[in-house]
Nanobody, 124 residues
Framework: QELLVESGGGLVQAGGSLRLSCAAS????????MGWFRQAPGKERDVVAT????????YYSDSVKDRFTISRDNAKNTAYLQMNSLKPEDTAVYYC?????????????????WGKGTLVTVSS
């Protein structure tokens, strides 16, 4: 059973926008911090953004700060990643993740649930 399912990836030109969604099922959504990670070809998977379970505190990697926005809708059991001003270097498979502790999730540590990923390709 897939607990986290991403959608919204695709091909976009540089400067464009995409919104990724992560729908959770079979998982009690509210107690978990949510996050987005990405893995470019030949590179390690890195954190993009995280959002805590309580006050919705957010974290962004320096490479996406001021361009991407993470949000969550607890009523819909869904997390989002709004990506604006996309660059070719944003090309990667984007993974949704859920973990009980935002600080650990941000570091990719602890118990984490992963989605299967969605491909984002930004053309120059």
């Amino acid at each position: 059973q897939e607990l986290l399912v991403e959608s919204g990836g695709g091909l976009v030109q540089a400067g464009g926008s995409l919104r990724l969604s992560c729908a959770a099922s079979g998982l009690t959504f509210t107690p978990y911090a949510m996050g987005w990670f990405r893995q470019a070809p030949g590179k390690e998977r890195d954190v993009v953004a995280t959002i805590s379970m309580g006050f919705g505190n957010t974290y962004y990697s320096d490479s996406v700060k001021d361009r991407f926005t993470i949000s969550r809708d607890n009523a819909k059991n869904t997390a989002y990643l709004q990506m604006n001003s996309l660059k070719p270097e944003d090309t990667a498979v984007y993974y949704c993740a859920a973990g009980p502790h935002e600080a650990l999730l941000r570091r990719g540590e602890g118990r984490i649930y992963w989605g299967k990923g969605t491909l984002v390709t930004v053309s120059s």
